[in-house]
Each structure stands twice: as structure tokens, then as C-alpha cells.
């Protein structure tokens, strides 16, 4: 069976960082593009980076402006996301999630397959 399962998630104060993981296990991921994606209180599921299959190339979403850096370690079946500079409004659930790589498509939640059950990102000021 498919999961994914992330980790990382607490409370930091503005301008700090934390790094969040994505253990993948039940096939293999490691042909599979992987997104990073938010979702705040009463707001829609966001995208946040996107990294393929290869790790050779990424995407990010327009508010990250430098601050964040998604990776994966396919030999540990893994996918990272690290988080710099913090700012209050980075606060949500984020979520990592799997597209076939035959699958280009990375800004929207419908193109991907499986979905983690999301890690809690608090930023205070």
C-alpha cells in the first residue's frame, strides 16, 4: 500500500527554519515527481515546490522568493523540504504528494496521486 508520511512540522518563530521530510514506502517513489503543498484555515490546498522524479529539476511557488529548497534522496526513498527565513503567513498544513512521472503537471493538487496526512507549520511573530 502507497504512503507517504510527513514529518518535521512545529512551532518556529519568524525568520527561523525548519525542514520538513517525506518518508515514501509501498512502491516506488523513486519514479514519481513529488509536490510540497499548504493549506491554511479556510484557504485552498496551495502549491509550495515540486521536485522530479530525477531530482534534476524543481519548481516553486511564487511566494517562496528563495526562502525554501525541496529535495529527495532516492536511495533513502525521501523527499525534504527546507525552510528559511519564515514569515507568520507560511502558518498551514503541508502536505507532500506523488504524480507518475510521465506527469508534468505540478501546480494543482488534482494531478497528483497520493497525498500525505500533512504535517502542522506554526510561524509566530
Known amino acids: 500500500q502507497a504512503q507517504l508520511v510527513e514529518s518535521g512540522g512545529g512551532l518556529v518563530q519568524a525568520g527561523g527554519s525548519l525542514r520538513l521530510s517525506c518518508a515514501t514506502s509501498?512502491?516506488?517513489?523513486?519514479?514519481?515527481?513529488m509536490g510540497w503543498f499548504r493549506q491554511a484555515p479556510g484557504s485552498e490546498r496551495t502549491f509550495v515546490a515540486w521536485?522530479?522524479?530525477?531530482?534534476?529539476?524543481?519548481f516553486y511557488g511564487d511566494f517562496v522568493e528563495g526562502r525554501f529548497i525541496v529535495s529527495r534522496d532516492n536511495t533513502k526513498n525521501t523527499v525534504s523540504l527546507q525552510m528559511n527565513m519564515m514569515r507568520p503567513e507560511d502558518t498551514a498544513v503541508y502536505y507532500c504528494a506523488a504524480a507518475p512521472k510521465y506527469n508534468r503537471g505540478y501546480r494543482w493538487p488534482s494531478q497528483y496521486t497520493y497525498w500525505g496526512q500533512g504535517t502542522q507549520v506554526t510561524v509566530s511573530s
Open positions: 509501498g512502491r516506488d517513489f523513486s519514479s514519481y515527481n
Open positions: 521536485i522530479e522524479w530525477s531530482g534534476s529539476q524543481t
